[in-house]
């Protein structure tokens, strides 16, 4: 139901724009989310967006160079990744949260997002 895309190669300081599109019909009911886990490492939360796009979080480690986006009339999300650095090297994953269906939740927990893409393969060469 999750289909990311737009990873690729890009130099230090580059810029990146990945994309999510989503088959669901409720799409505009869910939550959203981008998620990456570099080799050997968990996979970490990057930031996370609300159904209706008006609210957003973010990791400290992008925080003021990614930005999330939705565009709930084309079930797509986005996220434009400007000022690479060598760590944001990993496979970006997009993930989504219905809340109707959840208890307790919060948008940093991977095993809350009850839907994910395959991931996109993001790689920072300095």
């Known amino acids: 139901q999750l289909q990311a895309s737009g990873g690729g190669l890009v130099q230090v300081g580059g810029s990146l724009r990945l994309s999510c599109a989503a088959s669901?019909?409720?799409?505009?009911?869910?939550?959203m989310g981008w998620f990456r886990q570099a080799p050997g490492k968990e996979r970490e939360f990057v930031t996370a967006?609300?159904?209706?796009?008006?609210?957003?979080y973010y990791a400290d480690s992008v925080k003021g160079r990614f930005t999330i986006s939705r565009d709930n009339a084309k079930n797509m999300m986005f996220l434009q990744m400007n000022s690479l650095k060598p760590e944001d090297t990993a496979l970006y994953y997009c993930?989504?949260?219905?809340?109707?269906?959840?208890?307790?939740?919060?948008?940093?927990?991977?095993?809350?997002?009850?839907?994910w893409g395959q991931g996109t393969l993001v790689t920072v060469s300095s």
């Open positions: 669901a019909r409720s799409y505009n009911r869910l939550d």
């Open positions: 993930a989504a949260l219905d809340a109707s269906a959840s208890g307790v939740y919060s948008y940093r927990r991977p095993a809350d997002y009850q839907y």
């Open positions: 967006i609300n159904r209706s796009g008006s609210r957003t």
